[in-house]
């Protein structure tokens, strides 16, 4: 379609704004996520049912988040607006850290996020 425009399809660059709720638990991230889901409502995307928003947000476990990256990759997602879930600032440090060392460092051979 970019070419049919006369455009540079290689130019554009698709991003998303995603949510992010990993430890190395699957169902602790799931929980959190959830929680701070339904009692925020009025600011998530209210048109999304929790089930959509797990769905599409990097939610679980390292290797569950990199299956989830991996798949936006594959539909041409090039950058990522990366928006952690937690309940104290010392969660998310320790989600920062846990998400750079077990994701971010998978990818950065391969690509940018």
């Given at each position: ?30 929980k959190n996520a959830i ?9 998530y995307e209210r048109d ?66």
């Open positions: 379609m970019a070419k049919q425009s006369g455009r540079d399809g290689d130019a554009i660059h698709l991003g998303i704004e995603v949510y992010v709720s990993i430890d190395e638990e699957s169902s602790k991230a799931k929680g701070t889901f339904s009692a925020s409502r009025g600011t999304m049912t929790l089930e959509e928003l797990e769905k599409v947000s990097l939610i679980g476990s390292p290797g569950e988040i990199r299956d989830k990256v991996q798949a936006y990759i594959g539909a041409g997602v090039s950058h990522f607006e990366i928006k952690f879930i937690y309940p104290t600032i010392d969660r998310m440090l320790e989600m920062m850290s846990l998400f750079s060392e077990e994701v971010l460092q998978k990818f950065s051979r391969i690509t940018s996020l």
